[in-house]
């Protein structure tokens, strides 16, 4: 039931088996929770996929849940008052079946294949003249390219032979209605969060679970680490924090330095778009982008107010300038004095879905533009996005124009998602701060000067008139997605970083 592996004599052995070998590798880590409680080592022998001829796969990618999607959810369980329950598959790969029509053949070196015999006396005469051995894969072990989407297959088979369904906009959420009752399971890979009103569902998800794998650990409490964020549940709702994780990237980055870090206010100065041509040291580059994707980790799940300056960094990874070491650590400095800020998914009620959309124009040496997004769910912010726009613009208004067109579409699959979800909500509304945008779309005109621009226009324009959303105007001043946009200071960016926090 559990075999893994299946040594071959090497008189078996083909000469295609050989040319078609995969290696093996040994790993061995601390794992610590959102909190740096130390939870276990774990050690994992994985293959090593690089080596795998990936044309003979259709499509090895393995879906997981979205962060908008976990937060939608917990926004959902917010105002339900559901109860949650963290679901561990241990060794959950190993429980999947490899395809037999996509054998893999795998190498344990030297050293490894002494450790097998020493624990299995047996395995000697799978031996190789120059002490390695050659095995047959039997199940989809880590680091093969279709390990994790043949576990996500038999999970959902799992699921719904029990009468799960799929959301339609995220198949890694799953439903089920029980006397009325919703539950619901988010799938990241082998790590389950299960929603529910009642404990007894949450029971009865984790003894089915239990009926089809050896090995599982839950727990069912107010307060668990999840994707890498300490979850808790108050009276007001769900609060999100990552203070753990914020404290071991600035070890990372500043060493011995940690304690003489300069705190800052806001993560970002105000010539944040600025350059410079002296290049940063080579040995620098490595921790500065490391130190960016850390940051790019952490802003996305519960500090939205550090994405824009983060954002800006990514387009410097390649060759950083010495400034943007001043940029960096101007955002490690401001997390320092704010780290133990939350994000709050609070009981506030809703009835349609809120979307931000805001632009700032040829900020750029490259005249291209940066815009931002915000999904709001009544007082809280499901989804945030800063990014640089890929064209460049002649004005304000086309560059408002682009980041409408692209991402209109945002409002619309939330809605869908959660009446997916069982929720009733009205056509998504979506916020403007530029006049002439609003018009362009709301009553046509205007002369876009590309045949692309003026599909953009009638794309959003279409939307509108199909009923899918409705597009409002909203003073500057009032633009939630205004500090994804723009480097602000002062009472602007606190206003706007603490609705998208969720206070």
């Given at each position: 039931?559990?075999?893994?592996?299946?040594?071959?004599?090497?008189?078996?052995?083909?000469?295609?088996?050989?040319?078609?070998?995969?290696?093996?590798?040994?790993?061995?880590?601390?794992?610590?929770?959102?909190?740096?409680?130390?939870?276990?080592?774990?050690?994992?022998?994985?293959?090593?996929?690089?080596?795998?001829?990936?044309?003979?796969?259709?499509?090895?990618?393995?879906?997981?849940?979205?962060?908008?999607?976990?937060?939608?959810?917990?926004?959902?369980?917010?105002?339900?008052?559901?109860?949650?329950?963290?679901?561990?598959?241990?060794?959950?790969?190993?429980?999947?079946?490899?395809?037999?029509?996509?054998?893999?053949?795998?190498?344990?070196?030297?050293?490894?294949?002494?450790?097998?015999?020493?624990?299995?006396?047996?395995?000697?005469?799978?031996?190789?003249?120059?002490?390695?051995?050659?095995?047959?894969?039997?199940?989809?072990?880590?680091?093969?390219?279709?390990?994790?989407?043949?576990?996500?297959?038999?999970?959902?088979?799992?699921?719904?032979?029990?009468?799960?369904?799929?959301?339609?906009?995220?198949?890694?959420?799953?439903?089920?209605?029980?006397?009325?009752?919703?539950?619901?399971?988010?799938?990241?890979?082998?790590?389950?969060?299960?929603?529910?009103?009642?404990?007894?569902?949450?029971?009865?998800?984790?003894?089915?679970?239990?009926?089809?794998?050896?090995?599982?650990?839950?727990?069912?409490?107010?307060?668990?680490?999840?994707?890498?964020?300490?979850?808790?549940?108050?009276?007001?709702?769900?609060?999100?924090?990552?203070?753990?994780?914020?404290?071991?990237?600035?070890?990372?980055?500043?060493?011995?330095?940690?304690?003489?870090?300069?705190?800052?206010?806001?993560?970002?100065?105000?010539?944040?778009?600025?350059?410079?041509?002296?290049?940063?040291?080579?040995?620098?580059?490595?921790?500065?982008?490391?130190?960016?994707?850390?940051?790019?980790?952490?802003?996305?799940?519960?500090?939205?107010?550090?994405?824009?300056?983060?954002?800006?960094?990514?387009?410097?990874v390649k060759v950083p300038g010495v400034i943007d070491r001043q940029k960096?650590?101007?955002?490690?400095?401001?997390?320092?004095?704010?780290?133990?800020?939350?994000?709050?998914?609070?009981?506030?009620?809703?009835?349609?879905?809120?979307?931000?959309?805001?632009?700032?124009?040829?900020?750029?040496?490259?005249?291209?533009?940066?815009?931002?997004?915000?999904?709001?769910?009544?007082?809280?912010?499901?989804?945030?996005?800063?990014?640089?726009?890929?064209?460049?613009?002649?004005?304000?208004?086309?560059?408002?124009?682009?980041?409408?067109?692209?991402?209109?579409?945002?409002?619309?699959?939330?809605?869908?998602?959660?009446?997916?979800?069982?929720?009733?909500?009205?056509?998504?509304?979506?916020?403007?701060?530029?006049?002439?945008?609003?018009?362009?779309?709301?009553?046509?005109?205007?002369?876009?000067?590309?045949?692309?621009?003026?599909?953009?226009?009638?794309?959003?324009?279409?939307?509108?008139?199909?009923?899918?959303?409705?597009?409002?105007?909203?003073?500057?001043?009032?633009?939630?997605?205004?500090?994804?946009?723009?480097?602000?200071?002062?009472?602007?960016?606190?206003?706007?970083?603490?609705?998208?926090?969720?206070?």
């Amino acid at each position: 039931k559990g075999k893994v592996l299946e040594p071959l004599k090497p008189k078996e052995i083909s000469n295609r088996q050989l040319k078609n070998l995969t290696r093996s590798w040994m790993f061995l880590r601390d794992k610590f929770d959102a909190k740096g409680v130390f939870e276990k080592m774990k050690g994992r022998i994985v293959a090593d996929g690089r080596t795998q001829d990936r044309t003979i796969y259709d499509n090895n990618a393995s879906p997981t849940v979205s962060l908008k999607s976990v937060f939608s959810c917990l926004k959902i369980a917010a105002i339900e008052d559901r109860k949650m329950m963290k679901v561990d598959i241990s060794g959950a790969f190993l429980t999947a079946d490899i395809d037999e029509t996509q054998e893999v053949w795998m190498l344990l070196d030297k050293e490894m294949t002494e450790l097998v015999v020493s624990w299995n006396p047996e395995f000697k005469q799978y031996v190789r003249e120059d002490g390695t051995m050659i095995c047959k894969v039997l199940k989809a072990m880590y680091g093969l390219v279709q390990d994790a989407l043949l576990f996500y297959k038999k999970l959902r088979a799992i699921l719904e032979s029990h009468g799960f369904v799929a959301n339609a906009l995220d198949c890694c959420v799953m439903n089920k209605t029980v006397d009325g009752r919703q539950i619901t399971i988010l799938m990241y890979v082998d790590d389950l969060m299960v929603l529910a009103k009642e404990e007894k569902d949450l029971i009865w998800v984790r003894d089915l679970l239990l009926s089809h794998f050896d090995r599982i650990k839950w727990k069912i409490a107010n307060e668990f680490t999840y994707l890498g964020m300490l979850v808790e549940k108050t009276e007001r709702g769900f609060e999100i924090s990552m203070e753990y994780y914020i404290d071991q990237t600035l070890q990372f980055y500043f060493g011995e330095r940690k304690n003489t870090i300069k705190e800052y206010i806001t993560p970002a100065i105000a010539t944040l778009y600025t350059e410079d041509d002296e290049q940063m040291e080579k040995e620098e580059s490595v921790p500065f982008h490391s130190t960016v994707a850390k940051l790019l980790y952490l802003g996305k799940r519960v500090r939205p107010g550090i994405l824009l300056s983060t954002q800006y960094l990514c387009t410097k990874v390649k060759v950083p300038g010495v400034i943007d070491r001043q940029k960096l650590e101007r955002i490690l400095g401001n997390l320092k004095m704010t780290k133990k800020q939350k994000r709050l998914i609070d009981k506030s009620l809703f009835d349609c879905v809120a979307l931000y959309i805001d632009a700032a124009f040829a900020c750029y040496v490259d005249g291209k533009s940066q815009y931002g997004v915000c999904t709001l769910l009544g007082n809280t912010s499901v989804n945030e996005i800063s990014r640089k726009q890929k064209i460049v613009t002649k004005d304000i208004t086309e560059a408002e124009l682009v980041a409408l067109s692209d991402h209109a579409v945002e409002a619309d699959l939330t809605t869908e998602f959660l009446q997916e979800q069982g929720n009733r909500v009205k056509m998504s509304i979506v916020y403007q701060d530029n006049a002439s945008t609003v018009t362009l779309v709301t009553k046509g005109g205007g002369k876009p000067r590309t045949k692309y621009l003026r599909v953009r226009q009638m794309l959003v324009k279409q939307m509108i008139e199909m009923q899918q959303i409705e597009v409002k105007f909203i003073r500057t001043g009032k633009m939630v997605a205004d500090v994804l946009t723009k480097p602000l200071n002062g009472d602007p960016f606190h206003k706007l970083v603490m609705i998208l926090l969720g206070w």
